[in-house]
């Protein structure tokens, strides 16, 4: 992964020149719960950069992102469309920024200094006098579409995938510019994304199934307000439909009997169908490591089968890390426990493993840069990866599952969009029906191909609607 030959890195860097904004309303078909909150619905944010790079040539990039609001902002003070509205409101915000922006050079370096040094303050003024600031949390997953299209844009106008780019050819700073260490064993200088990304990304990739706490397993679950379309309804159809093999399970966290028989129910359901892997994911409830001990010791004395098949355990525990310095190693001598929510970027991995975690979910909901070098410092200090979906419909399912295909994870990718609103991207599907419909537990990547991310936005028969251009 050298990427092409050219005389300097410094003649392929770009500036943005402008930004254009979309949002694309997207109803559920079966409500997805969030910690204490479910979710009916979501509205993604689509933006289109363009970029201008040496003697004045321009190409324009795309990226997208759900703007999940109970996932970043859980809130008892303030309602979701309150939280929603701010959200909206800082996007426009960051897309003033994003083209304000002086900086130049690859996505990368561009990303990271707008992360680092504009975004806080962004923030900070956004929430002046405000009852309830907006999260970092919700401030990436805004900046992050933004940052996705940069990168986009970039191989556009180059004629180049993005994953050829990071590197020395295209890259003027290594990673010592942006990562360090307290391991002096791990020296950065030299190196570069793609030192730690797979020397052949796979066209396949096996895929785990979301079980919500409101999903029926089976028939005898349904209340009769389910819906009644071409797509699978309980569990069990799901994972005979796809082939099904790796189920990530959503729990309470504040109801062990619960969660305990949750976990049994689905896994004597994984036994008998085949499923061989599951993780357990308690969406940050939990505030004493006694409460997943438990479950995990009851499991080895009356489930061991089950406790075998548990892969990982993801964030339990409350995604304010720095606020939240909870001594977690009790839980990941018994399972590996990844950080998800708490994994802002790769400071929070490094505060994170010295507390005890030991591996990380990646997600491009935090922007593609920060991703790239959350991976690049997990994988230098030895943490294993995850990528976690944020239901990523349209747009916003394809460099989530690039970044699980280069990244090398322990298994695959996550992906749900297809169980909560399959239709929202019919229009995408008919490019790439491999990303949008699992068949025999795996997603088929082969389709992505050409510039950038690989979208072939032209061959998509969507109409956008009216964007907010800046």
Known sequence: MNGREMNTSANRDIQVA????????????MPLKFGAESVESVTCIRVAITVSGAEGRTATGWGETPLSVTWAWPSAKLSYQERYDAMVEFCTMLAKAWVESSETGHPVEIGH???????????NRFNEDRTEPLPHLAALISASAFDLATHDAYGMLHDIDIYETYNSNYMSKDLSHFLTSDNQAIDFAGKYPCDFLVDQAPDHLPVWHLVGGLDPLEESDRQGNEPDDAYPVTLREWIQRDGLTCLKIKLRGTDAEWDYDRLTRIGDMANELGVTSLSADFNCTVTDPAYVNSILDRLKQERPDILDAILYVEQPFPYDLENNQ????????????????SAHDWKFVQLGRKLGWTGVALKTC???????????WAKA????????????????????VRLAAHAGTIMGVESNGMQFYPAASLPEESVHPGIYRRCHGMLDLSTISGPGFGYRVSEVDRNLPEAESI
Request: contains cysteine.
């Open 366 to 376: 935090k922007t593609q840069t920060g991703a790239l070098l959350s991976l690049c």
């Open 381 to 400: 200090h030895g943490m294993p990866l995850m990528v976690q979906d944020l239901t990523n419909p349209m747009l916003a399912q394809i460099p989530h």
């Open 18 to 29: 402008s930004v254009a904004v979309h949002y694309l309303p997207v109803k559920m078909r």
């Open 326 to 341: 909870i001594d977690v190693t009790s839980v990941s001598e018994r399972k590996p426990l990844f950080l998800d929510e």
């Open 113 to 123: 200094a707008f992360i680092e040094s504009i975004l806080p303050d962004l923030l």
